[in-house]
């Protein structure tokens, strides 16, 4: 089984002021396209306008209904037993969640952006 990796979307997007905020849904996109091709099983969550953000070969996206950080946790949870899994997200109480969980933490800067 791969290891997995989960992708706070708004938290990496958020944390390069290169006016994102003009288009959500497109900085999602080009993030959940810059993740592809890596060995690990990619999650990439998305929230607010980004969520109508479609998966790819690569990279699955899942949609929070509501809190993203929330549906974070339930990835690790429910898809993290019995294999590496690492978050991606600067945000210290998702960090703090996750961690509990027996999760890695990488900042944004971990991933690639294009």
């Given amino acids: ?13 958020g944390s390069v002021p290169d006016g994102w905020w ?8 080009r993030l959940r396209d810059a993740l592809r091709g890596r060995d690990e099983e990619v999650v990439l969550v998305v929230e607010g306008k980004a969520r109508n953000v479609s998966s790819v070969d690569d990279v699955r996206v899942v949609a929070a209904s509501g809190n993203g950080d929330d ?3 339930e990835v ?7 294999r590496p899994v690492t978050v991606v997200t600067a945000d210290r109480e998702l960090r703090r969640r996750v ?8 900042g944004p ?6």
Avoid: Y
């Avoid at 089984?1 to 997007?13: F, G, I, R």
């Fill in 22 to 29: 003009r288009d959500r849904a497109g900085a999602a996109e």
């Fill in 1 to 13: 089984m791969k290891p997995l990796l989960v992708v706070d979307a708004a938290n990496v997007v």
């Fill in 99 to 106: 961690t509990a969980l027996g999760a890695e933490v990488a």
């Fill in 109 to 114: 800067t971990s991933v690639p952006r294009r």
């Fill in 76 to 82: 690790v949870r429910e898809e993290g037993a019995g």
């Fill in 71 to 73: 549906k974070i946790v």
